[in-house]
């Protein structure tokens, strides 16, 4: 199972740890439930861990704009288990999950300033 917190500008966060070629870092994400995909990194984070470069995806942002985003190999400890997924290269700070990587899973939010985030698989 996985614990997160609801954060007092009402985001809900979760710990992930991504696996880089030399170390693993431990990065706040922010779960998103209007991003279809699985994962987005920051780019400093993405050259830090040395992840390897897939190609590229096109995307359409919240606004209607299409944006082009740089597609990285990322492997990630989800619910006790390695796991590969493609993880999109964002110039910005922040770190997002979204709905493919949550698929399969029971996600419980309490609405509330540190309110608890429970992801637990449905299997």
């Given at each position: 199972?996985?614990?997160?917190?609801?954060r007092?500008d009402?985001?809900?966060v979760?710990?992930?740890e991504?696996?880089?070629?030399n170390?693993?870092e431990k990065?706040e994400v922010?779960?998103?439930t209007g991003?279809?995909?699985?994962l987005m990194?920051p780019?400093d984070?993405i050259?830090?861990?040395?992840?390897?470069?897939?190609?590229?995806r096109?995307?359409?942002?919240?606004?209607?704009?299409?944006?082009s985003f740089?597609?990285?190999?990322?492997k990630?400890?989800w619910?006790?288990?390695?796991?590969?997924?493609p993880a999109?290269?964002a110039?910005?700070?922040g770190?997002?999950?979204?709905?493919?990587?949550?698929?399969g899973?029971?996600a419980?939010?309490?609405i509330v300033?540190n309110?608890t985030?429970t992801i637990?698989?449905?299997a």
């Amino acid at each position: 199972m996985i614990i997160g917190k609801i954060r007092a500008d009402q985001e809900a966060v979760i710990e992930l740890e991504v696996v880089g070629l030399n170390h693993n870092e431990k990065v706040e994400v922010v779960i998103d439930t209007g991003f279809t995909g699985f994962l987005m990194l920051p780019s400093d984070l993405i050259k830090r861990l040395g992840l390897q470069l897939i190609g590229n995806r096109r995307a359409i942002l919240g606004d209607g704009s299409p944006v082009s985003f740089d597609l990285y190999l990322a492997k990630v400890v989800w619910h006790g288990r390695t796991r590969d997924v493609p993880a999109l290269g964002a110039k910005h700070d922040g770190a997002l999950i979204g709905m493919s990587m949550l698929s399969g899973s029971r996600a419980v939010l309490e609405i509330v300033p540190n309110g608890t985030v429970t992801i637990a698989p449905l299997a």
